[in-house]
């Protein structure tokens, strides 16, 4: 048998290759995919109520908030919930924001960050919104922190669930060390709204994004005179049990 030349070996996995379909139309907003649950646009003013995915390092799809977003809306009223997906990531319908996951390394840096926000940003002028509050987790977390502070007033409310919110320390207690530029929640503090409400939820058991992340980040919100709480609650850094009812609950609280 003829073997196959080395260009026609790559041509035949690009042929085998399926990409993901890029965000266009309904359900994309400033190039990022997202799902929504609850009253369409046009139908009142409602609060937009964000839940914003981590990092999943382990790869594969990034779309484990929706189930969140879509059990949310179950028993609320005027009330919105989009599951976005960050830039570069991509759900299991084979949708893909626009931009690039960094190698799901070093992702909440300034570009994405602004990203996300352009997002949120338009879906408030699509629906109309009186507000918008937003759940984060670790990655996601560290997205919607710098947001709070870059963004003043774009959202209402934050929760922070296992929040990297200082990226130099998070590196460190990791035994990493320098080339990130993702942006630290802590130092867009002196940014974030008066009366901004913040809930930091980290896990006890939580060996990446250690609790006294959260529990110094608080501190120093309060100490701008945030109305801002921490939360340790049982488990560890995947958004289930614990850390997630916690999260969900905190949100729930803001979106009113």
Not at 14 to 20: E, N
Not at 26 to 43: H, K
Not at 127 to 132: D, E, F, L, V
Not at 148 to 158: H, K, Q, T, V
């Amino acid at each position: 048998m003829k073997r196959l030349s080395l260009g026609w070996a790559v041509l035949a996995l690009l042929a085998a290759w399926s990409p993901a379909r890029a965000c266009e139309g309904a359900g994309c907003a400033n190039g990022l995919v997202y799902e929504t649950f609850g009253p369409a646009p046009g139908a009142g003013r409602p609060v937009l109520a964000f839940f914003i995915h981590g990092d999943v390092s382990a790869g594969g799809p990034a779309d484990y908030m929706v189930a969140h977003a879509r059990q949310f809306v179950a028993s609320r009223k005027n009330v919105v919930a989009i599951a976005l997906l960050r830039p570069g990531y991509y759900d299991r319908g084979g949708r893909q924001s626009a931009g690039s996951d960094n190698g799901r390394r070093d992702t909440f840096h300034a570009g994405n960050n602004r990203a996300v926000a352009g997002a949120i940003r338009e879906l408030k002028q699509r629906y109309g919104a009186r507000g918008a509050v937003a759940l984060g987790h670790s990655g996601g977390a560290g997205t919607i922190g710098v947001i709070a502070g870059s963004d003043p007033g774009l959202l209402n409310g934050i929760v922070l669930a296992a929040c990297p919110c200082d990226v130099a320390a998070w590196n460190a207690s990791r035994g990493r060390r320098g080339g990130f530029s993702s942006q630290s929640p802590v130092d867009y503090l002196s940014g974030v709204a008066p009366g901004t409400a913040i809930v930091a939820v980290t896990g006890q058991g939580d060996d990446n994004t250690r609790p006294e992340l959260a529990t110094d980040y608080v501190a120093k919100a309060q100490a701008r005179g945030l109305p801002a709480r921490v939360q340790l609650v049982g488990g560890g850094h995947n958004f289930n049990g614990s850390l997630s009812s916690a999260a969900v609950a905190a949100l729930g609280g803001m979106a009113r």
